[in-house]
């Protein structure tokens, strides 16, 4: 039940539902094969278990690369590489590129294009969703960590807001990506969780970046 788990269900399962567009459109050049349901199977990852609900077809044909048939546990690797797509700033391409680095395999730009097309929704409706009006309790702090970029080892800084609701439940309210950490991009965000409809919060807990 980690904080995080959600995030990585929704892109698995988004992954496998655009593997198998990909899978049925080429076969059913073949055959008839199509959608048969899903099947349930209880996922282990670094950050917590979970249940994934994987696509099934006809004729049982279907070979899923990101969680393979008997696989019950995802890396701490992946874990962070799915997580990232969820900063903000990724571009059509940088996410075509993430996923073929998470895939770790060449796979078909039919493929890559099908998986693209179901992930991004999933992310943008998750980065845009509507927030409770009043958190008790919230978070917000930035992790700085050394990425490879251009041939060059650079600074970059994760920005996580992490809050507790009225029923007691925590939740990643957003993640975003930069270069620094600044009192400019926090205004940034904090203004988009207004937008997103809240209204107040009772206990901030920060460092002592000014401006907040």
């Known amino acids: 039940d980690g904080v995080f788990t959600p995030l990585l269900k929704r892109v698995i399962e988004a992954s496998l539902e655009g593997e198998m567009d990909s899978h049925l459109e080429q076969s059913s050049k073949k055959d008839k094969n199509r959608r048969n349901g899903r099947g349930r199977k209880n996922i282990s990852s670094s950050l917590g278990g979970f249940d994934i609900f994987s696509p099934r077809d006809r004729n049982g044909s279907f070979q899923p690369e990101i969680i393979k048939k008997r696989q019950r546990r995802i890396t701490s690797d992946i874990d962070a590489k799915i997580l990232s797509l969820y900063s903000k700033g990724m571009s059509y391409r940088d996410i075509q590129d993430h996923l073929k680095d998470m895939y770790d395999l060449e796979i078909s730009v039919g493929t890559l294009n099908a998986i693209t097309d179901r992930i991004i929704p999933e992310i ?67 203004h988009e969780l207004q937008t997103r409809g809240v209204k107040d919060i009772f206990v901030a807990c920060i460092d002592n970046l000014s401006g907040f």
Not at 131 to 143: E, G, I, N, Q, T
Not at 157 to 174: M, P, R
């Open 124 to 190: 943008l409706e998750w980065q845009s969703r509507p927030l409770d009006s009043v958190y008790p309790v919230m978070w917000l702090d930035a992790m700085h960590f050394k990425v490879r970029e251009n041939g060059k080892v650079v600074s970059k800084a994760v920005y996580s807001v992490l809050g507790v609701n009225k029923e007691g439940e925590k939740q990643v309210l957003g993640i975003y990506f930069g270069d620094n950490e600044s009192s400019s991009f926090w205004r940034q965000v904090l």
